[in-house]
């Protein structure tokens, strides 16, 4: 389809054709506990752990004064994604430091404005350790967005059409003022700038804000029919609608309540919690619906419900932003809580039903991931108009975000809108435009039921930013029926196409009960403890594997647990056996939580942190390792499956179920089938005892092997290479229990097989 595409051109950071200096961390100056390190993948060998200290470069020096682009070259294999503050003299810029692969250094980038001459940037801790190798530092160089000009919508309506025309016309050049609504109690129908939120903007500033917010959280739930709750839907309505009519922009978020909850949040995120779990409304180990589930009908009856809502707004000709599953890739929120392959078939799903189906069409569509590295969780670029992300500075922090600008611009390309769609206190615009990051609005969250954002931002912030001429204040809009679309906006950009997401799939067995696996473990030490199954499908063309996980225990020494999923390798033909553990970085998982948890399993290091690929069509065994020090308890797994369909194990069957590492038995009481309610499945759980037949183990440095038959017997150690390193024991065995030492090799990780007299077994090693 053709399309036109309106070039804006402003600056933005980007590969400089200027050379870049490179300051090593380990050069720096340390304080706190920030220490060096060694590491052959770091430039020069070494590296900074900041841990909880704070790395200066005290001596950056360029020719002229100006923009720079400020790349830290970083490591985060702690868990979750970290923030910190980069910056020059006072002037700093959040920057977040999302989890890299495992052993792996990647780039982050910001801008800071530096002097002529010699600067100081230091790296300061605020929330989260990482490692930096080294930062460099390059001249700033601006590139061109380049936006169609028309909603992703193909029959959007005339009204939708001149709000997005208006949005992109302004994009770079101006940034839309906007304010978030939250208590309702007070709020007469008619008129939305006196809605006590908008009225705390326009007394700390003197201008009410162009664009309004309002939320559908109680438009679905449980309580949506009540007195109060329908009430404050109504009039969320209403604050979209007046506002439209006075010329502003109304910008909907949905903190949905699905089917008959009463929560949004998940357990561990809040005191009361959902339990919904969307991954229900698909037929087993695939993204295709079920139609026929409870899950299915709650999340479509939620979505119909809603959709009669714009509806009722498009008869009336207001148009509107629409904000939904917002956040994505945080654990906060229900319909984030499985993986980013699901998240995309639930939004597609969202999207495909109201425009489709329901004929919503007066929607600009804006797509919120929890920041640039969740990007993998787009729906696709059909599917959104703008690109959003939520920002939460300390109090009168009012710096630029450009971190979050660039990276979002790095990463999502430029082809879309980037806006500020959750903030605290306001990006001064100053400092917006002349650090390139000129989001198209920014909107505070509320002020009322005490949460006070607006007051984050001082008075004299507030009534400059109003009056600059680059922000937009609600008396500075053209009012809708007087505005002219722009001549660019006559042909539609690449729009989405129907897929019938809304309506596939087929029925689940009436009669299917799903079941679950539950481990229960004891007083886990700093080895943790490995559970594996002995039978792994060919997993050729995939590239992930997920896993439901619910941790029911407690104890450990960070409240919570860490699981790794790792393949042996079948060497029984060839002797390559191989340890290939997955290089993402696991899955922590808080006492008392649940997630569902993806692991990347195309590549897998050696010993010598050399890449290999997974041999994904000759696999022996998987295991999945826990690890909390002090831990206890029962953890639940359900549905380890591949991106491709295959199913590792649906944990339906007792053949299912994984068994205990031999290092690891002591540390494991059992492992059962339960159904959903936790109670046990009626058959014999597998108890982690010695069997009575032949059997390999290994505890220690010493390998047991018992047999029930005498021969010729072969006792071999492989490396993680697959290389035989050592050999002990070959030649007749007779029945019983034989031990052998490792005491002699070095310490590393292996895989001992056993081959003759009636056993043909291997088991992974770890000599410490």
């Given amino acids: 389809m053709e399309f036109t595409k309106t070039l804006l051109a402003f600056g933005l950071a980007a590969a400089a054709s200027a050379s870049a200096a490179q300051y090593e961390a380990e050069d720096g100056t340390l304080t706190k506990d920030a220490a060096v390190?060694?590491?052959?993948?770091?430039?020069?060998?070494?590296?900074?752990?900041?841990?909880?200290?704070?790395?200066?470069?005290?001596?950056?020096?360029?020719?002229?004064?100006?923009?720079?682009?400020?790349?830290?070259?970083?490591?985060?294999?702690?868990?979750?994604?970290?923030?910190?503050y980069v910056g020059v003299g006072s002037t700093t810029s959040q920057v977040s430091?999302?989890?890299?692969?495992?052993?792996?250094?990647?780039?982050?980038?910001?801008?800071?404005?530096?002097?002529?001459?010699?600067?100081?940037?230091?790296?300061?801790?605020?929330?989260?350790?990482?490692?930096?190798?080294?930062?460099?530092?390059?001249?700033?160089?601006?590139?061109?967005?380049?936006?169609?000009?028309?909603?992703?919508?193909?029959?959007?309506?005339?009204?939708?059409?001149k709000l997005y025309n208006f949005l992109v016309n302004n994009f770079g050049k101006k940034t839309i003022s906007g304010v978030m609504t939250g208590n309702m109690d007070a709020y007469t129908i008619g008129d939305a700038t006196q809605h006590e939120d908008v009225q705390a903007v326009?007394?700390?500033?003197?201008?009410?804000?162009?664009?309004i917010g309002a939320d559908l959280m109680n438009a679905t739930g449980a309580n949506k029919d009540e007195g109060w709750f329908q009430q404050y839907t109504e009039k969320a309505i209403d604050i979209a609608k007046t506002t439209w009519k006075k010329g502003g922009i109304p910008a909907f978020t949905w903190h949905w309540r699905p089917g008959d909850e009463v929560e949004f949040y998940v357990k561990g995120a809040h005191d009361t919690y959902t339990e919904f779990d969307f991954s229900e409304a698909f037929i087993k180990g695939s993204t295709t619906w079920d139609t026929t589930s409870a899950a299915y009908k709650a999340i479509v009856g939620d979505i119909d419900h809603v959709s009669q809502i714009f509806l009722d707004?498009?008869?009336?000709?207001?148009?509107?932003?629409?904000?939904?599953?917002?956040?994505s890739g945080g654990n906060w929120f229900w319909w984030s809580i499985n993986t980013g392959k699901q998240f995309i078939a639930l939004y597609q799903l969202l999207y495909e039903r109201m425009v489709f189906k329901n004929g919503v069409n007066n929607l600009i569509w804006d797509f919120n991931p929890q920041d640039a590295s969740k990007l993998s969780w787009t729906p696709g670029e059909t599917y959104y108009d703008v690109l959003s992300v939520d920002i939460y500075n300390k109090a009168n922090d009012h710096q630029s975000n450009s971190a979050a600008?660039?990276?979002?611009?790095?990463?999502?390309?430029?082809?879309?809108?980037?806006?500020?769609?959750?903030?605290?206190?306001?990006?001064?615009?100053?400092?917006?435009?002349?650090?390139?990051?000129?989001?198209?609005?920014?909107?505070?969250?509320?002020?009322?039921?005490?949460?006070?954002?607006?007051?984050?931002t001082a008075e004299s912030v507030w009534k400059k930013n109003l009056a600059d001429e680059r922000i937009i204040t609600l008396d500075e809009m053209p009012g809708w029926d007087n505005?002219?679309?722009?001549?660019?906006?006559?042909?539609a950009c690449p729009t989405s196409t129907e897929n019938a997401k809304y309506g596939a799939g087929e029925a689940t067995p009436e009669d299917y009960k799903n079941l679950m696996m539950a481990v229960t473990y004891t007083a886990l030490n700093d080895s943790g403890a490995n559970i594996e199954l002995k039978k792994v499908p060919n997993l050729t063309g995939a590239t992930t594997v997920s896993l439901k996980i619910t941790n029911n225990g407690s104890g450990g020494a960070d409240n919570g647990i860490w699981v790794g999923l790792a393949f042996v390798r079948n060497g029984m033909k060839d002797d390559a056996w191989t340890w290939e553990m997955s290089t993402s970085t696991g899955c922590w998982i808080n006492d008392g939580a649940s997630a569902t948890c993806e692991f990347d399993i195309t590549k897998y290091e050696d010993d010598d942190k050399v890449e290999h690929p997974i041999d994904l069509d000759n696999l022996f065994s998987v295991t999945l390792m826990v690890a909390a020090v002090g831990f206890e308890g029962t953890v639940i797994f359900?549905?380890?499956?591949?991106?491709?369909?295959?199913?590792?194990?649906?944990?339906?069957?007792?053949?299912?179920?994984?068994t205990a590492a031999d290092q690891s038995k002591g540390h494991i009481a059992k492992i059962e089938l339960v159904d959903e309610t936790g109670a046990p499945a009626a058959i014999k759980p597998v108890v982690a005892k010695a069997s009575a037949s032949a059997k390999l183990g290994v505890s220690g440095k010493t390998v047991s092997l018992t047999t029930t038959k005498a021969?010729?017997?072969?006792?071999?150690?492989?490396?993680?290479?697959?290389?035989?390193?050592?050999?002990?024991?070959?030649?007749?065995?007779?029945?019983?229990?034989?031990?052998?030492?490792?005491?002699?090799?070095?310490?590393?990780?292996?895989?001992?097989?056993?081959?003759?007299?009636?056993?043909?077994?291997?088991?992974p090693v770890l000599i410490k």
């Fill in 37 to 84: 390190a060694s590491n052959t993948e770091a430039s020069g060998g070494k590296y900074v752990k900041m841990n909880g200290g704070d790395i200066t470069f005290p001596a950056v020096t360029v020719e002229k004064a100006g923009q720079y682009s400020v790349v830290v070259h970083y490591m985060n294999n702690y868990g979750g994604d970290k923030i910190n």
């Fill in 97 to 161: 430091f999302p989890v890299t692969d495992k052993g792996k250094f990647v780039d982050v980038e910001t801008v800071l404005t530096l002097a002529a001459g010699a600067n100081t940037i230091a790296i300061t801790n605020s929330w989260g350790w990482i490692d930096v190798d080294y930062i460099e530092v390059k001249e700033f160089e601006a590139k061109a967005f380049t936006l169609c000009n028309a909603p992703v919508t193909k029959n959007a309506t005339p009204s939708a059409i």
């Fill in 202 to 211: 326009y007394k700390a500033g003197g201008k009410y804000p162009a664009l």
């Fill in 313 to 327: 707004l498009q008869k009336e000709g207001v148009a509107a932003i629409f904000r939904p599953l917002h956040e």
């Fill in 405 to 456: 600008f660039i990276d979002f611009a790095n990463k999502g390309g430029t082809n879309k809108i980037i806006a500020l769609s959750e903030n605290g206190p306001i990006p001064d615009v100053d400092n917006m435009y002349a650090e390139n990051a000129p989001w198209s609005w920014w909107m505070p969250w509320y002020e009322s039921w005490s949460a006070g954002f607006v007051s984050q």
């Fill in 483 to 491: 505005y002219n679309e722009a001549a660019s906006a006559t042909k």
């Fill in 638 to 658: 359900d549905e380890l499956v591949a991106d491709n369909g295959k199913v590792i194990s649906a944990f339906d069957k007792k053949t299912e179920l994984f």
């Fill in 711 to 763: 021969g010729m017997v072969a006792v071999e150690v492989f490396g993680m290479n697959g290389k035989r390193v050592a050999t002990l024991y070959k030649g007749n065995l007779a029945a019983g229990t034989s031990a052998f030492s490792l005491a002699d090799m070095p310490k590393g990780r292996y895989i001992v097989r056993v081959k003759g007299a009636g056993i043909a077994a291997t088991q």
